[in-house]
Structures are given as C-alpha cells and as structure tokens.
C-alpha cells in the first residue's frame, strides 16, 4: 500500500532553477488580459452605440424631410385651387376658405385684391373659374418652409362672351409652416 507521502510530486528541476519574485501579481501587470479585453469590449460597445445613434438621427431627419415635401406639396395644391377656383354665387364664402390657408403680407396683399377685384368682376360678370392642377413638385423644402413648383390649368366662363377663357399657368408657391399648416406666404408665376 503506497502511503499519502507517496503521492507528494518532485519539483521540477528546470522551474526550481529559476527566480521567482513574490512582489508581481497579476493584478498589477501593467496591461493584463483582462484589462485588454475589458477596453475592447467598451471601444466596441461605444462604437457601436455612435453608428447607431447616426442612423437613427439621420433616418428621422430624411423621414421629417420626406414628410415636410409631401404636406408642402399638397397644401400648395390646395391653396391654389381655392385660390383660383371660385362660382359667382359662392365667391365670398369661397375666398374666405382661401385666405385661411395664407399668412404674412402676401395674405393682406390678396385679401385686397380680392376685395378690390375679384369677387366685384365675379358677381357683376357672372364668372366661373374653374382651376385644376396637372403637375406639381416641391422644389426646396426645410423643416418649416418650401418651394412648390405647381402646373394648374384655369378655365373662366362669363357672361361678357360667348366662350370660356382656358389660360395654362405656372406658379412657384411659397409655404411656410405655422403651428402645424402649411400656409402660402407667397406667388411667383413663372
């Protein structure tokens, strides 16, 4: 029977030749293993935290931009058939609808025009103007204002001739948004 000092291992004559030096110690190696996989592990998580910090930003910032062109765009189309499109009988009430989607000078410019003008001629001649939009696209947009390059066909019947008067028309419309609307702030025909 072999006794427990039996199974006691020699040293090994090739380590117990060299020094050892009590005083080093993993943990105060300069760059251990650990330390260098912990660094890592952080550079890459931040890393991977401003990529996708970026794509997010920049995702909703071409979403808000895609957004702003699209209610521009429709608001300009709008705003022009109510702005050109109007019945002798309903003139009044239909020029009110139009002015409510203007702002700034240009609203006060057109509301006098209108008052001047338009609904005098429409009632007086029996005017029917009939506005329909055949191309549009926005040409600048920023988060609250646009361009908006509008193509609309504009067809007036009076009862001072015999034929309608069938006028193609090109306008830069210019937008702004208020409060959430998109409202006209200016024409430009072209």
Do not use: C
């Not at 943990?27 to 401003?50: E, N, R, Y």
């Not at 609203?107 to 209108?114: A, L, Q, Y």
Request: proline content about 4%; charged content about 20%; aromatic content about 6%.
């Amino acid at each position: 029977m072999r006794s427990s000092a039996d199974n006691v291992a020699e040293p090994d004559p090739d380590l117990a030749s060299e020094p050892v030096d009590a005083s080093v110690d993993a943990a105060s190696t300069p760059w251990s293993l650990t330390a260098k996989l912990t660094t890592g592990l952080v550079a890459l998580v931040l890393v991977v935290a401003a990529v996708l910090g970026w794509l997010i930003y920049s995702t909703g910032a071409a979403q808000s931009a895609e957004n702003a062109r699209g209610e521009a765009t429709a608001a300009a189309v709008e705003q022009v058939t109510n702005m050109f499109g109007y019945h002798h009988a309903t003139v009044e009430d239909e020029m009110d609808t139009a002015l409510e989607g203007l702002t700034g000078d240009f609203r006060d410019t057109f509301e006098d025009e209108v008052e001047t003008n338009v609904i005098p001629r429409a009632e007086q001649n029996e005017v029917v103007s009939e506005a329909a939009v055949v191309a549009q696209g926005p040409v600048e947009t920023t988060k609250d204002t646009a361009t908006v390059l509008v193509y609309f066909n504009q067809t007036i019947t009076a009862n001072t001739g015999p034929k309608s008067t069938f006028t193609p028309s090109r306008l830069l419309v210019e937008l702004r948004e208020i409060d959430g609307r998109w409202l006209v702030s200016g024409l430009e025909s072209v």
